[in-house]
């Protein structure tokens, strides 16, 4: 049992992030307005995340900081690099949508990484064999003497019989994906996927005043704290305080930038011992394959490796099934991969099986003997699909698996009063499963897996790469034989190969993402073009027609202006991992400027066209991708550029660069200005 602090409900469930900021270019230009200022993208290497301003020296081309001090606003770690003289404890998290892993490492012993097996919850009191618990929370009643406390369940200690157990809220993070899990698998998936979560999550969230993200921080937040007790009694670190320690957490390489922003949002929300950066998530394929190519280091098995051999990745998880193809930039002195096809998935996750199989259930036994099942104080319908969910579900391998009668294997169905129904193979209070029945319920999703496959396979001859020289298939569902069976007749010679230990390959990869000298990503490949609007003159002969509607008149200057794309990043370019990438800016701000005046929302907006447009209006295919607010109020007037209108009025010029740095889960924002370098202090995608 733990207890959860109500937040002061600053985060709705289906906001992005705490606050809403207008558009930038959305108004006439006037002080604080984006103007057009731009030089080709300034690519900076080895950038660390924040600096000291007297450590840092700034050219049109580098940036070199040392630090990790920013001014104005939130301070962000910088990326500590390896002294083998300290020692510092990894853990990962993997947070999965129907089970959750968590598994540690030290950096003094990066080939040993150790999986928490212990768990509270009456089930599974004393074994030490359980890799995951389910992702389920239970809360208890609010007390009357403390309404801000409230006691929770978590994993195994949610009994069979609890009522309310909240569930697959980890989907709640990515509202925004509704359509996209109800297209995955077509007609009915968001019953499947979306009401499975919400069906009981929305009454619980109006009772105990919560929302999806403290929902998430209660479950992660009792996750860690076990590991942290358990990790002390295996390792005897009685001074677990003063050790240093990193936190990483997994996320779906799918996700939108905002579910990924509610899950940093989550972590931080934990009240773990550890502050969590954007550069501390790893996207879970990414996880998996590092995992993947150590566990076959390991074994002296990547000396067949070469430069240039290409690799997918498929993780089939519980929610979601995430793909990504890499292809080995370097063998020596370590492994190294660089992401080749962009990142595909879909919610096809096993946890749609079982929900196959209720909805069979359903069909056969009638809505009333279904009540019936799931009444209070009754364990039957929990009790029958445990038994689907771990003897039916992971060993079933092909529909032609049966006895003469048809027959794949059988359900207990005692506890509840169900008459014979030999039509139906129910006997006994027995239910007799068909492998058709069961062929039927695979299929869909795995259909829908064999074409996210071959996505990744086409993607890779498109780029005129070598073929493949192995799937990889990881996760729980890539345990499933009749996935891997269906994927090798689909892919013909291509194998299919599944590393040990393959449920528990993304927690174990994520403990790797910070460890020293292990397989390291290089390069992440750009999903979307990623570019800024800015406000430039209006040439009649130059630009469309259409321009003309579109024109507004610059307050300082007198000129018509028209919005126009400035593109930085295109789709499918590689994007290298410690490089960042400047957008230059410059705003125009009162002569008797206020400090407010010096706080600035710039937004970046992408476009998913293979030839993204030049003006914002064409297309129909611009969106914002993120409004960022920065604080430059550290800013003296000696670094203000000052300025005279035509009609003789002073202002004054603040040019500066929006820095982006590529991370494996996202990017992550800063500002520099005048050898300053100043932290993004609000997010909203």
């Keep these: 049992m733990s207890k959860s602090t109500l937040s002061s409900g600053e985060f709705s469930m289906h906001e992005g992030t705490q606050a809403s900021f207008a558009q930038v270019n959305s108004r006439p230009p006037s002080f604080g307005v984006t103007k057009s200022s731009f030089q080709s993208p300034t690519t900076v ?74 768990w509270p919850g009456k089930s599974v009191r004393g074994r030490n064999d359980i890799v995951k618990i389910p992702t389920v929370i239970k809360y208890g009643e ?45 007609i009915g998936a968001e019953d499947d996927i979306i009401h499975y979560h919400e069906q009981t999550t929305s009454e619980e969230l109006n009772r105990i005043f919560k929302n999806t993200v403290d929902i998430v921080a209660d479950f992660i937040g009792a996750v860690y704290k076990h590991a942290m007790t358990k990790i002390r009694e295996r390792e005897l670190l009685f001074a677990m305080e003063s050790i240093q320690k990193q936190f990483v957490l997994t996320v779906p390489a799918i996700w939108s930038d905002m579910a990924k922003n509610a899950t940093l949002r989550a972590a931080r929300q934990a009240h773990a011992d550890i502050l969590v950066n954007p550069e501390d998530m790893v996207t879970e394929p990414e996880a998996a394959a590092l995992y993947t190519f150590q566990f076959y280091q390991k074994r002296g098995l990547s000396g067949s490796v070469r430069i240039g051999d290409v690799f997918v990745l498929c993780d089939a998880g519980g929610g979601t099934v995430d793909l990504i193809s890499y292809q080995v930039a370097a063998v020596r002195p370590k492994l190294q991969l660089k992401e080749v096809v962009k990142a595909t998935g879909g919610a096809v996750g096993s946890m749609m099986i079982n929900n196959g199989f209720e909805r069979h259930l359903r069909t056969i036994l009638g809505e009333e003997v279904m009540a019936e099942l799931k009444a209070d104080g009754s364990t039957v319908f929990n009790d029958i699909m445990r038994d689907f969910d771990q003897k039916v579900k992971p060993n079933f391998s092909s529909a032609k698996e049966w006895d003469d009668e048809g027959i794949y294997d059988t359900i207990n169905l005692s506890g509840a009063e169900i008459e014979d129904d030999e039509d139906n193979n129910i006997r006994k209070n027995t239910l007799k499963i068909t492998g058709d029945v069961l062929e039927s319920i695979f299929n869909p999703l795995v259909v829908a897996i064999e074409g996210l496959v071959q996505e990744q396979i086409d993607g890779v001859v498109g780029k005129e790469l070598r073929e493949p020289t192995a799937i990889f298939l990881v996760g729980g569902f890539g345990s499933s034989p009749y996935l891997s069976r269906r994927l090798q007749e689909m892919t013909k010679t291509i194998p299919i190969v599944k590393p040990e230990e393959a449920w528990s390959a993304v927690v174990k990869g994520a403990v790797l993402y910070k ?44 000129v018509e202006r028209i919005p126009k794309m400035t593109w930085y990043i295109y789709k499918d370019t590689e994007l290298k991992r410690n490089d960042a990438i400047c957008f230059p800016f410059f705003r125009d701000i009162p002569f008797d400027y206020r400090p407010d005046n010096l706080v600035f929302e710039d937004e970046l907006e992408e476009s998913d066209e293979d030839i993204p447009p030049m003006f914002p209006w064409e297309k129909q295919g611009v969106r914002k991708k993120v409004v960022l607010k920065s604080d430059l109020r550290g800013l003296s007037v000696d670094d203000l550029e000052e300025r005279e209108g035509p ?17 494996s889960a996202g990017m992550e924002f800063y500002v520099e200005c005048k050898d300053k370098m100043f932290s993004v202090t609000d997010v909203d995608y």
């Design 647 to 663: 009609d003789g009025s002073k202002y004054y010029s603040v040019h500066y660069n929006l820095v982006v740095s590529i991370e």
């Design 142 to 186: 609010m007390k009357d003497d403390d309404p801000e406390i409230i006691d929770f369940d978590w994993g195994y200690e949610v009994s069979d019989k609890a009522k309310d157990v909240i569930r697959g809220f980890k989907l709640g993070l990515d509202p925004k994906k509704r359509k996209f899990y109800a297209a995955a698998v077509g």
């Design 45 to 118: 290497f080895g950038m660390p995340k924040a600096a000291k301003p007297s450590e840092t020296s700034f050219t049109a081309s580098k940036i070199s900081c040392t630090s990790k001090t920013v001014l104005g606003g939130l301070q962000t770690t910088t990326r500590r690099k390896f002294d083998p003289v300290d020692d510092k404890l990894i853990i990962g998290l993997d947070f999965g949508t129907t089970y959750t892993g968590i598994a540690y490492g030290f950096t003094s012993d990066p080939s040993t990484i150790t999986v928490i097996k212990e």
């Design 515 to 558: 460890m020293p000298g292990t397989v390291e990503v290089v390069s992440s490949c750009a999903p979307t073009n990623l570019g800024v609007r800015a406000n430039v003159p209006y040439n009649k002969l130059e630009h469309p027609e259409s321009a003309a509607n579109h024109k507004i008149v610059d307050e300082h200057e007198g």
